[in-house]
């Protein structure tokens, strides 16, 4: 089966003076989901550029688009807390029309661990707080009311009425590659979400990080199968720009299909593109971009270079 394409927008550009066409133009294109970013602010050079918030920008989107699927990529606990962040979710659903994924992830420290002004929590108080982050957060959206009372968060009579358009509950995308976090995504999650192995990222190749993607797929099933579900009912989504040589695929369609071909082949179903941004890491040509939009699809379904 050829991967689904799917794009990720950066929330960088005012509303009315091209933001919005932007996520028109996702869906002209016919990608499958239309994802931006949940941060508060990201590395540089976006840190001290314009930014907007994740929520807002996807309710915009869901204004002027009617079939794209939208959704975060990805939310993490850093400055969310399951309960008001479900009501944001439930909301959006409904505005969508039962369009929304969430992504969600353990986050990283930087930018948005320290903004509260806190210390950025160690790697095992990160982990703690995103199991039990998704966990309450799938509660707050299949049930009308809530109580709960964990280690790091808590719910009390928290309403969820009417609940989510998607049932039982919108789709959760769990990004994740160690073993706890792959327990997550196979506990909870419809999708599941790699960037690569991040120790290849910058110093790998390729074809190194195409076996590491492989064995996370792998494991994944294993994680599944180990929670009684079936592998092949759970996405598998590969966020591009961060695998060895990250602008190679967009030098042609050619190009394109070739890597997303070989991903396929190691399991991915998703593979999600950046818009492009200029004097960015994501500045390739906006001419190219499109036609892998919507050339690339149809070469892969007919089993094009692999």
């Not at 794009?7 to 509303?15: A, F, K, S, Y």
């Not at 930018?111 to 957060?137: K, Q």
């Not at 071909?261 to 818009?275: K, L, M, S």
Request: with cysteine; hydrophobic share 40%; glycine share 12%.
């Amino acid at each position: 089966m050829s991967p689904r394409l799917s794009t990720v927008i950066l929330p960088v550009e005012r509303w009315h003076t091209g933001g919005g066409e932007t996520w028109r133009r996702a869906e002209d294109l016919g990608f499958h989901t239309a994802y931006t970013y949940d941060h508060l602010s990201w590395r540089v050079p976006f840190r001290d550029r314009t930014w907007f918030g994740a929520v807002p920008t996807l309710t915009a989107a869901a204004g002027v688009t009617r079939r794209v699927r939208l959704g975060t990529l990805v939310t993490s606990p850093n400055f969310r807390h399951p309960v008001p962040f479900a009501k944001e979710l439930m909301s959006l659903d409904d505005i969508s029309g039962g369009r929304l994924t969430v992504g969600i992830g353990a986050g990283a420290t930087g930018f948005d661990a320290e903004v509260l002004g806190r210390r950025p929590w160690e790697p095992r108080e990160r982990f703690a707080r995103f199991e039990e982050f998704v966990g309450l957060l799938d509660r707050l959206l299949t049930r009308d009311a809530t109580t709960f009372e964990g280690e790091f968060y808590a719910a009390s009579e928290a309403r969820g009425i009417p609940g989510c358009v998607q049932r039982p509950r919108l789709p959760f995308a769990v990004a994740a590659t160690g073993p706890r976090g792959l327990r997550v995504a196979a506990r909870h999650g419809q999708a599941w979400v790699t960037t690569g192995d991040w120790r290849l990222n910058e110093t790998g190749t390729p074809q190194e990080s195409l076996r590491a993607v492989r064995g996370q797929v792998e494991r994944l099933g294993a994680a599944l199968e180990a929670e009684g579900r079936d592998p092949a009912g759970v996405a598998k989504i590969l966020l591009t720009g961060f695998t060895p040589e990250p602008a190679a695929p967009f030098a042609s369609v050619d190009a394109f299909v070739d890597y997303a071909g070989r991903y396929a082949e190691a399991g991915v179903d998703e593979i999600v593109i950046h818009w492009p941004i200029p004097d960015t890491i994501f500045g390739y040509d906006p001419a190219v971009f499109e036609r892998i939009a919507l050339e690339a699809p149809a070469q892969l379904g007919a089993g094009g270079p692999a």
